[in-house]
Structures are given as C-alpha cells and as structure tokens.
C-alpha cells in the first residue's frame, strides 16, 4: 500500500523534549494560538540582547518550563489586548 506524500512527510517529524513551546522565554507572536511552527521572541536575559527570533519547536541549554498557570495569563493578557483594539 503506498502512502501519499503529506502521510509520509508527518513520519519525519519528531517530537523535541524541552523546545521554545514549553519554554517559559519564549514569547510568541500569538499566545493564544501558538504551536511549534510559531514564531516569537526569545526573552531570556543572556539572549534578549541578540533579539532572536525562534520558532515553537526550536530548543537551547536555557529551558525553563512554563506553567500552565503561566500559559494561561498570557493568553488572557493577550485577549485584554486584543479586545481592547476593537
């Protein structure tokens, strides 16, 4: 049985322990839908200052896991903001 191309492309995709998505300084450019092909900044203090632009699924030795309750107030920060530009 063949396999068509999208099937055998999602094969070669791996899961990363510890990537940006869980990373308590990534800051993606949209929290309240972000995955880990999302773009955002990275904003820990060593590497702010290099203005690094990774995605969900990257990863570096500066991991720090966010928490849901973290998760959870930026995406409500991020819907105050938004209703307020209605």
């Known amino acids: 049985m ?7 492309s999602l094969k070669r995709l791996t899961w990363q322990y510890e990537n940006c998505l869980a990373c308590v300084w990534f800051l993606p450019n949209d929290p309240t839908n972000a995955d880990l092909l ?4 990275c904003i820990h203090p060593k590497l702010k200052p290099y203005n690094l632009i990774v995605s969900g699924r990257d990863w ?3 991991f720090q896991e966010i928490t849901q309750k973290q998760i959870d107030n930026r995406q409500e920060m991020a819907m105050k903001t938004e209703d307020s530009r209605k």
């Open 38 to 41: 999302e773009r955002g900044k």
């Open 2 to 8: 063949s396999e068509t191309e999208p099937q055998k």
């Open 60 to 62: 570096c030795n500066q």
